[in-house]
């Protein structure tokens, strides 16, 4: 149906894609997959029109086409999913579906018919067999809505081919279980699907086709069922260690950080939590568990309405995120291209900016102390660039990330904070997190790591909070041999987490009466 052959791209003459050729059937599960930077979202976005190819060529159905746009794509029949979130909180579920296409509901350039919009928009919603109210605002769905809604969006226009690029990242179980029932359906009418994952086992599992990238190659394509049974070939995916975690047991200090009967304007109602000195500490929970409004008040953007910080057995009461910084408090937020990085800014600059106090001399910064930070980065994160002045906006998403943790680093804080530091990161650069999470906790740097991935939970963190409601819902706790402890995040109403916890409190109780060292 689709066929790709000898596709280059370059960025500011650094070769992403190397005479990439590959062959889509219609109505197969065609899964990509590879390391970060390995070539995949540019593919995609070649494909999807938003890149343009510097050579090579694009056929469908043996005919040659060009996108200059994504708008192109959409009218030969390609639509996409991409990673980064594309939901407009402030319209409502029918104008997030329509906006893409409105030629099925406009009166006229001019005007458009409401009626038809609500119409067309069930209608779309019927057919993935999710049903969402039409009049709801976007911004009230949890994750896994806004998942359904961009798919819905996606085939409003009919589409003859549907990218996924990362389509299950920080969902729950059962959302994924929904998800997953929705491609199925897709493929049973004949959709094509381009599926991305850095889950080699999903992929495995639910492809029909497979292409293995590497350092903008393509290094195998080919039946899936023929990848799999080959133990050779399949070493050439991405490598599957997410079970295999760098934490070394450590003694955890002294307390740097004591929360008690935290209660803010919003999302939480009673929290209490300490850390200590060369300790990872993991909060997790669902959608509006208050996971995230206690980070917001200890940056200052909650308001406290009742309860105590100690920094350092002090009373901190935080302003605003810069007071928080000024204590040696750092930040790492979820959506890094949104809230910390400058896409449009050298990669040396986007990490210096954060502490410039480090590189200023009497008179003016100074620009090799600017360069010297920037390789002591490149060279112990691992960090892919050609040079110091590349631009953010031409790196993959893993090096992203890993600028973004540099930049926080260089900060010099005490104490991090990391909100879904792994999301989008493929196996082998998560572990390069993991093993900096680890080596920052050995030097002492008390760390909070949320998290919604209970595999990694379990095997980076000492100690785990789970939110619920608003409240500490329990805390589970690491032994020195370093055995798992159980964890549920997803607990019924009433019933305890399965397993037995590690000195977990009763419901209600804080950590302060549980403490036993």
């Not at 889509?24 to 995609?44: C, M, Q, R």
């Not at 209970?454 to 789970?466: A, H, N, Q, S, T």
Request: hydrophobic letters at 35%.
């Amino acid at each position: 149906m689709i066929r790709l052959e000898r596709i280059v791209k370059t960025f500011e003459h650094r070769l992403i894609l190397d005479h990439i050729d590959l062959q889509l059937e219609k109505g197969k599960i065609h899964g990509i997959i590879g390391d970060n930077g390995a070539g995949k979202t540019v593919l995609v976005n070649i494909l999807s029109g938003v890149y343009q190819p510097d050579q090579g060529t694009i056929t469908i159905d043996g005919k040659p086409v060009r996108f200059s746009s994504p708008k192109d794509a959409i009218r030969a029949g390609i639509a996409a999913i991409h990673q980064e979130t594309q939901i407009v909180g402030k319209l409502t579920v029918a104008e997030n579906i329509i906006m893409g296409d409105r030629s099925g509901i406009s009166r006229s350039t001019w005007f458009v018919s409401w009626k038809n919009m609500i119409t067309e928009s069930e209608r779309i919603l019927n057919q993935i067999h999710y049903p969402l109210d039409p009049h709801r605002l976007a911004e009230t769905l949890n994750l896994g809505q806004q998942q359904i809604l961009k798919v819905a969006r996606a085939i409003c226009s009919s589409p003859q081919v549907l990218i996924m690029d990362e389509p299950f990242t920080n969902l729950s179980e059962q959302e994924i279980k929904t998800f997953k029932e929705i491609i199925t359906s897709m493929q049973s009418s004949g959709i094509t699907i381009i599926y991305i994952s850095h889950d080699t086992d999903d992929i495995l599992r639910r492809c029909d086709t497979l292409t293995v990238l590497r350092d903008g190659q393509v290094i195998h394509s080919g039946p899936n069922s023929f990848l799999g049974s080959i133990p050779p070939i399949r070493e050439l995916l991405p490598i599957q260690d997410a079970f295999k975690y760098p934490r070394v047991p450590t003694r955890p200090g002294r307390k740097i950080l004591e929360i008690t009967n935290l209660k803010t304007g919003r999302g939480v109602h009673d929290a209490s939590l300490f850390l200590r000195k060369g300790e990872i500490l993991g909060i997790t929970g669902t959608l509006g568990s208050g996971k995230t409004g206690i980070i917001k008040a200890l940056l200052g953007l909650e308001r406290i309405l009742q309860g105590t910080i100690l920094l350092d057995g002090e009373p901190f009461t935080p302003k605003d995120p810069h007071h928080a910084f000024s204590h040696r408090i750092g930040y790492l937020p979820e959506d890094i291209r949104k809230d910390w990085l400058h896409e449009d800014m050298p990669f040396s600059h986007n990490l210096t900016m954060s502490n410039l106090h480090e590189l200023h001399g009497r008179m003016a910064l100074h620009p090799e102390l600017e360069a010297e930070a920037a390789r002591r980065y490149i060279t112990s994160l691992k960090i892919k660039v050609s040079r110091l002045d590349e631009h953010i906006s031409q790196l993959s998403g893993g090096n992203k990330q890993k600028v973004a943790i540099a930049k926080l680093l260089f900060t010099d804080s005490r104490i991090l904070i990391l909100d879904e530091p792994t999301k989008y990161l493929d196996s082998s650069t998560r572990i390069d997190v993991y093993n900096l999470m680890s080596k920052c906790a050995g030097e002492g740097m008390a760390i909070i790591f949320i998290s919604t991935d209970e595999r990694e939970l379990k095997g980076m963190c000492d100690r785990i909070l789970v939110m619920k409601k608003g409240t500490c819902h329990n805390f589970f706790h690491r032994k020195e041999t370093g055995r798992s402890f159980p964890l549920d995040l997803y607990t019924a109403p009433g019933e305890e987490p399965m397993g037995q916890s590690l000195n977990s409190p009763t419901r209600g109780s804080t950590p302060q009466r549980m403490e036993s060292e």
